[in-house]
């Protein structure tokens, strides 16, 4: 089956520094991924969608310059946290659909994030 | 982005019960997708169905496709404590997006 694997699964870094996590799909070629946030015991809440080659579309709400989405090739993004606050920490996930317009999604493991 | 209505939001059930879910929506989609979400991992992908009407089983779990392709349902049968955690819907709308439901908590009660 399909696989999105996530690095890294758990970082702690310093308030004010960045912090940069990928998403790859491993055997699969993904035109489209996404990426979530999830607090504790809540739904996922999808923050931008990632398009291979061009840039990322935000939900509302979501701070483009906080959040730096980059999808530089068919089975890589990353997200980058710049200046990172304590309010950032969350679970980070992504998800990629196969093909250009697959019609299944296949989430990666998930990353920790953990600002101090 | 839009969520599905997903219901119950939570459920404590004895072991060895059955659970039932559903996911409805007030436009249609082409696929439904249902998840599992274990505490501190990403959702594994359980069931997907791609056509109205399609009912598709994975081992104790049935899903099911509506035939008005504005629902789904989930089913699993004769619960253990390892299906404990949260359960998802997803659809994938006629303009190629995508949509979740808030999720079922699922506690199974040895």
């Known amino acids: 089956g399909a696989v999105v694997s996530q690095h890294p699964s758990w970082v702690i870094c310093k308030s004010g520094t960045s912090v940069k996590i990928e998403c790859r799909s491993l055997?699969?070629?993904?035109?489209?991924m996404f990426w979530y946030r999830q607090f504790p015991k809540q739904s996922l809440m999808l923050m931008a969608t990632?398009?291979?080659?061009?840039?990322?579309?935000?939900e509302q709400g979501v701070e483009k310059d906080k959040f730096l989405i980059n999808h530089a090739s068919l089975t890589l993004s990353t997200l980058t946290v710049t200046s990172a606050h304590p309010e950032d920490s969350s679970f980070y996930i992504c998800?990629?659909?196969?093909?250009?317009?697959?019609?299944?999604?296949?989430f990666g493991e998930g990353s920790w994030l953990t600002v101090v | 982005g839009q969520q599905l209505n997903q219901s119950p939001q939570s459920m404590f059930i004895q072991e060895g019960e059955d659970v039932s879910m559903n996911c409805t929506s007030s436009?249609?989609?082409?696929?439904w997708l249902w998840y599992k979400q274990e505490p501190g991992e990403g959702p594994v992908l359980l069931i997907a169905?791609?056509?109205?009407?399609e009912l598709t089983s994975n081992g104790r779990l049935t899903a099911q496709f509506g035939i008005t392709r504005k629902d789904s349902f989930l089913n699993i049968s004769a619960s253990i404590p390892s299906d404990v955690g949260i359960y998802f819907c997803?659809?994938?709308?006629?303009?190629?997006?995508?949509?979740f439901g808030t999720g079922t908590s699922l506690t199974v009660i040895p």
């Open positions: 169905l791609y056509k109205a009407g």
């Open positions: 998800s990629a659909r196969e093909g250009a317009s697959g019609n299944t999604i296949y």
């Open positions: 997803a659809g994938q709308s006629p303009g190629n997006q995508f949509y």
């Open positions: 055997d699969f070629q993904a035109t489209t």
């Open positions: 990632s398009n291979e080659g061009s840039k990322a579309t935000y």
């Open positions: 436009s249609i989609f082409n696929t």
